[in-house]
T-cell receptor, first 114, second 114 residues
Framework: KQEVTQIPAALSVPEGENLVLNCSFT??????LQWFRQDPGKGLTSLLL?????REQTSGRLNASLDKSSGRSTLYIAASQPGDSATYLC?????????????FGTGTLLAVQP | EAGVVQSPRYKIIEKKQPVAFWCNPI?????LYWYRQNLGQGPELLIR????????DSQLPKDRFSAERLKGVDSTLKIQPAELGDSAVYLC????????????FGQGTRLTVV
């Protein structure tokens, strides 16, 4: 059974710092890994999608890496801003016919202090 | 292009009452998901549709929950009767096809059962 873990559960940094969020998963047979952002009381916004054959994806100040063999992904945020404050969730999609679905971690709550 | 649309955004009901949620996926997306997110947790899949067929409903509490996706477009999720433990955010998501494509989420419906 696939399990997704995110560390740390919460993180507070001063504005301008670079930071790394971690995601690990137990079953490497995945289609892809997706990083989401969730603001309080809101739905999920897709940030980056990494296919299983890829090593990383970049969008603006965000860079996500994937090491499928070790079951790890990182989300790097450069030059953090107060507007980056949110919960960040990672999710994997497993292989397997009718079991295809996003399996989420519990998220990292990020606070960027001005 | 409009994203995934859900309604209502908020719902407060008394226990034992029925409640229904509606979702309109992104146009052309064949795959539709309903997730439930408890406070401080990642979303968990309730049911997944491929067009109008429910292909994964293993985590749907079928004694009180039901869902339908008529004509393979809009979907409704119903709870009858609601229990206190059903209080959560119900999220709808869609993707163009299962597995290897990006999933997009709606804003969610926050249900409070009192």
């Amino acid at each position: 059974k696939q399990e997704v873990t995110q560390i740390p559960a919460a993180l507070s940094v001063p504005e301008g710092e670079n930071l790394v969020l971690n995601c690990s998963f137990t079953d490497s047979a995945i289609y892809n890994l997706q990083w989401f952002r969730q603001d309080p009381g809101k739905g999920l916004t897709s940030l980056l999608l990494i296919q299983s054959s890829q090593r990383e994806q970049t969008s603006g100040r965000l860079n996500a890496s994937l090491d499928k063999s070790s079951g790890r992904s990182t989300l790097y945020i450069a030059a953090s801003q107060p507007g980056d404050s949110a919960t960040y969730l990672c999710a994997v999609t497993n292989y397997g016919g009718a079991t295809n679905k996003l399996i989420f971690g519990t998220g990292t709550l990020l606070a960027v202090q001005p | 292009e409009a994203g995934v649309v859900q309604s209502p955004r908020y719902k407060i009901i008394e226990k034992k009452q029925p409640v229904a949620f509606w979702c309109n996926p992104i146009s052309g997306h064949n795959t539709l998901y309903w997730y439930r997110q408890n406070l401080g947790q990642g979303p968990e899949l309730l049911i997944r549709y491929e067009n109008e067929e429910a292909v994964d409903d293993s985590q749907l509490p079928k004694d009180r929950f039901s869902a339908e996706r008529l004509k393979g477009v809009d979907s409704t999720l119903k709870i009858q009767p609601a229990e206190l433990g059903d209080s959560a955010v119900y999220l709808c998501a869609s993707s163009s096809r299962t597995g290897n494509t990006e999933a997009f989420f709606g804003q969610g419906t926050r249900l409070t059962v009192v």
